[in-house]
């Protein structure tokens, strides 16, 4: 009978023990506050995160920047954040990997809808809002759209204007700015309220172009692979419940950014959960890394090195590693 009940009290510490060692160490994840990053807030409200067994601290962050220097702190194990900050900071030494993809599009050129700018090209010698140099987006602006797509240069032919994408549309409205390269939810709030139109959608330019990816430390692929590919696995559950129930999803995604109605241009009033339904036809979700996708990745890693913002060249191989998201399709 002792026997037993010490038994039994060695099993009760074992058990507590292991349950204080998950609560003290939730897997720590990071994202950019945007629509686009909807997986995340998904499988956390869903509960995808807690049928895997995953016990999580998820935080919204502004930028890739400041997620870049929250890793490199110590203070996040994944993230969910666009690409080109995580090789640009591959380059200086913080190597996380690139393990799934979270979306495609989002991004677009837009002008007032009474402007007589009719193309990228007559952009030059106008003023646009873009975001911080060398951030993600200003490398997609300046390496594809005004470089490549345009043929300017982003440097002289034109002004590029630094500012927050909130304040994009009021810029494009009071005449501050001629154009403004900005994502969603801003893009469809401007054109449902019809003070705005379509110079550029980037995902008809380049269909299905990846943008925000999910990463980890090295570390955190090391000391916690098992949690890693539970993450992955909620997450693929995140996208299935946005693709498969778009009305549900719609107003989670609305009702967590705060989105408020528009009045469009014949007065009527324009609900939220419209906003993000216009919204998804610039922008979708998918888990999965195609060869497309990398090659982009490897675009994206060219440009930068081309416009300056990296002093080396990168291959793929070296930061994209998709072996985690096979073990989560198992």
Known sequence: MIKRSLLALSLTVAALAGGVSAEEKPLRIGYVFAMANAPALIADKEGFYREEGLNVDLKALGDGPVIQQALAA????????????????????LQSRILAKVNY???????????????????????????????????????????????????????????????????????????????????????????????????????????????????????????VVKLLRAHRKAIAFLNENPDESNRIIAEVFKLEAVQGVDGKTITPEAIVAQARTRLGWSANLEASDIQFIQRLMNYSYDLGFIDKTLKTEQIVDTSYLEKASR
Do not use: C, H
Not at 76 to 90: H, I, R
Not at 191 to 216: E, F, M, Q, T
């Open 74 to 93: 110590g203070e996040l194990d994944v993230a969910y954040v666009g690409t080109p900050p995580v090789y640009q900071w591959f380059s200086r030494g």
């Open 105 to 227: 599009g989002q991004a677009a050129v837009i002008v007032d809808a009474k402007s007589p700018i009719n193309s990228l090209e007559a952009l030059k010698g106008k003023k646009l809002a873009g975001v911080k140099k060398g951030s993600g987006m200003d490398v997609l602006l300046r390496g594809y759209v005004l470089k490549e797509k345009a043929g300017l240069n982003p440097d002289k032919d034109l002004d590029i204007i630094d500012m927050p994408p909130g304040n994009m549309n009021a810029a494009l409205e009071r005449g501050i700015v001629d154009a403004a390269f900005s994502w969603e939810p801003f893009v469809s709030q401007s054109l449902l309220r019809g003070s705005s139109r379509v110079l550029l959608d980037v995902n008809k330019a380049l269909p299905n172009y990846p943008w925000y990816v999910v990463i980890a430390l090295p570390k955190t692929l090391q000391e916690r692979p098992d949690d």
